[in-house]
């Protein structure tokens, strides 16, 4: 069965059609804060359960609580502050008690009941979740630019946020279903923000030899120059899935969602989020959510000693790699041979050669993923 919701509810904070349209009505007369892009998704992810058990964004006891704590004041784990911050100018005449309306582009999307208006120190918050005050370090930055004042309390979406990929949208009331449907007691969830090489497929055949359902949720969302772009990614992916997978042993499905780039905190908040999905196990990467030399190689892994009670397995995996003496991918557990013998997939030599439009080798990348990908005209963001 799938695992139960984190806190043990699956929260539903959209309202129904004939209480959207009044609340719409409702929403001209209130005072607006405006959501960017990364706040919009988080919000839409509290409402739709991806965020279970948070009903809005957090007050300042959970806040506190998440930063010193990594968990939540009710003590369920709970690592990265979903907080939404707003300038002192949209403040002004809002009060404690009072309802707002969130807006993205411009339009009301959603009703906020504004339970606290709370002060923060935003060195802090960098500190404790990012382990780091550098520059360099992009979470830090979005911290240092944020308003100076956060906002807490329960949220109900009105309108659903644009989406282009509603053929790959599912919300985990959906994928629970889904899985129930198709027998799957054991799922094992898959993040990417890559088009898929032979060592992803690797690990993700073999949790899926232990499983009986494998989740690729790729992250949707802001990418940095020389990602792969989002339909690219998913096109590749629909290659992979379509000549390499039994049929109805995977689900593809996206995440709207931007990295905070946080590392093993941030790992923890993966899991959690495929938890609500309804995963009983989540793949964590060797250096899952890492930017830069931020954090040790396996930091992401070594935090789940932490949380014995989070209620979903992570499955941890050594580097895949290509050897010619075992004739297929293997990793340091089993195979024996030297490096020579080994090819190592390299994603910066695989991006290279796509960008130049040349095929990488089958060792690195299915051949069948490599042409979906190469019928984009521009594969990468730039």
Not at 181 to 195: C, D, I, L, P, S
Not at 233 to 252: C, G, M, Q, W
Not at 338 to 366: A, C, F, H, N, Q
């Amino acid at each position: 069965m799938p695992s139960k919701p984190h806190g043990g509810r699956l929260i539903n904070r959209v309202a129904s059609r004939s209480r959207a349209e009044r609340l719409l009505d409702e929403a001209k007369e209130m005072r607006t804060f405006p959501m960017n892009t990364a706040v919009a998704v988080d919000m839409e992810n509290i409402a739709r359960g991806i965020y279970s058990p948070l009903q809005g964004f957090m007050v300042q006891e959970d806040f506190e609580s998440v930063l010193d704590g990594m968990r939540l004041a009710n003590d369920v784990p709970w690592t990265i502050p979903i907080v939404l911050d707003v300038s002192d100018k949209d403040l002004r005449e809002v009060l404690e008690g009072d309802e707002v309306a969130l807006t993205y582009d411009g339009e009301p999307v959603a009703i906020m009941e504004v339970e606290e208006i709370y002060a923060y120190d935003k060195r802090e918050l960098a500190e404790k979740v990012y382990g780091t005050l550098s520059e360099e370090h992009p979470g830090v930055v979005k911290t240092m630019n944020m308003e100076d004042r956060l906002v807490g309390g329960r949220i109900t979406l009105i309108e659903p946020l644009p989406n282009p990929y509603e053929r790959y949208t599912l919300w985990p009331h959906e994928t629970r279903i889904l899985f129930r449907e198709r027998g799957w007691r054991y799922v094992v969830g898959f993040q990417t923000r890559n088009a898929p090489h032979m060592g992803h497929e690797a690990i993700q055949k073999t949790a899926l030899a232990i499983a009986d359902g494998l989740f690729v949720n790729p992250v949707i969302g802001r990418k940095k120059v020389g990602d792969f772009r989002d339909e690219v990614i998913l096109e590749a992916y629909r290659s992979l899935i379509e000549n390499y997978f039994p049929k109805d042993t995977v689900a593809l499905v996206i995440l709207r969602y931007e990295m905070r780039y946080a590392g093993p905190r941030e790992a923890i908040h993966h899991a959690i989020m495929r938890k609500n999905y309804g995963c009983t196990h989540f793949i964590v990467g060797r250096d899952h959510a890492g930017v830069g030399n931020f954090y040790p190689p396996y930091a992401a892994q070594e935090i789940f000693k932490k949380f014995p009670d989070l209620g979903i397995q992570p499955l941890f995996f050594r580097e895949f790699f290509y050897c010619r003496r075992c004739g297929g991918m293997v990793n340091e557990k089993t195979c024996p041979h030297p490096e020579e013998d080994r090819v190592r997939i390299s994603g910066t030599t695989i991006r290279k050669m796509l960008s130049e439009g040349k095929m990488p080798p089958k060792e690195m990348m299915r051949p069948e993923v490599a042409k979906a990908i190469l019928r984009f005209e521009n594969p990468f963001v730039s």
